[in-house]
């Protein structure tokens, strides 16, 4: 069984491609057979982000039918495997998302779990996706605007028929001006599957090209990314002694209950995300 999960937001800017990348690592990690796909043909970032903005082979290749999807997608040093879409403004112009159903079909049963950085806003890519993927992720920010456009996302995701997994919350520093993730639940009225810490080292991973839970494992936010990957999967994760330090000097104290409440929740409830990747593809 290959699940197909469309990661989303509204607003551009909040974290999408951050959390695809990140997440995608940390499951590679646990064992889980992972592809990132780049559905957002406007602004594509997945390759840009992992140092391979020149490949022979894109997404937009495959929508054209010049190339079956398997053969567009390559291996980052990572381990994880990204089909990206091409950075190219003719491509860009000359490329429309109208086949997405029939992309991810060739891609049941040849791997687990397909992550698909979508587009912000909410124009014919973002429905197209949802459509096809049929679940979904929202990134937001504790701010106001993006919180806003986040339950745009969820309310037109639902519409298109696609199961809402969660919340995750990005860039969470603490501060008294952010709002609350009681708050964030509140409004948007969807389980906060995890709240990612506001961390320098995301922008050290970005310089030098590589996924902060691989290059940065230790640090608060890549400590996070796996504990949102285990509990997606229903896995048990417990960071190391070292881990467990960098947590505590970057977060409150009672992160490490909030952690253990957050997987008994997912367990428990099935439409707060529990366990949504079952098995392995076959």
């Known amino acids: 069984m290959t699940n197909f999960i469309a990661v989303i937001s509204g607003k551009g800017g909040v974290g999408k491609t951050t959390t695809v990348i990140n997440l995608g690592c940390a499951l590679t990690q646990f064992g889980r057979d992972v592809l990132l796909l780049d559905a957002n043909l406007q602004t594509p970032h997945l390759a840009l982000y992992l140092g391979s903005p020149k490949l022979p082979h894109s997404l937009n290749d495959v929508i054209k039918g010049r190339k079956h999807v398997r053969d567009a997608a390559f291996l980052h040093p990572s381990g994880i495997k990204v089909v990206p879409a091409s950075l190219s403004i003719d491509h860009m112009k000359s490329t429309k998302m109208g086949n997405m159903a029939d992309i991810l079909t060739d891609l049941a049963g040849t791997t687990e779990i397909v992550l698909l950085d979508t587009a912000p806003g909410f124009g014919d890519e973002f429905r197209l996706v949802l459509t096809a993927a049929r679940k979904a992720i929202v990134v937001t920010n504790p701010e106001l605007p993006a919180v806003a456009d986040a339950v745009k996302a969820v309310q037109l995701a639902e519409e298109y028929g696609a199961t809402v997994l969660g919340v ?115």
Do not use: C, W
Not at 204 to 221: C, D, G, K, N
């Open 168 to 282: 995750v919350i990005n860039r969470v520093d603490n501060t008294p001006s952010e709002l609350s993730a009681k708050n964030i639940q509140m409004m948007i009225n969807k389980p906060i599957l995890m709240s990612i810490p506001e961390d320098s080292n995301v922008q050290v991973a970005l310089s030098i090209q590589q996924p902060l839970v691989h290059s940065h494992p230790e640090s608060p936010a890549a400590i996070a990314f796996k504990h949102l990957a285990a509990a997606l999967t229903g896995q048990v994760y417990k960071p190391s002694l070292s881990e467990e330090h960098e947590q505590k000097q970057a977060s409150p104290s009672s992160q490490a209950a909030f952690f253990s409440s957050l997987l008994n929740r997912l367990r428990g409830d099935q439409s707060a995300g529990a366990q949504v990747i079952q098995g392995k593809a076959h």
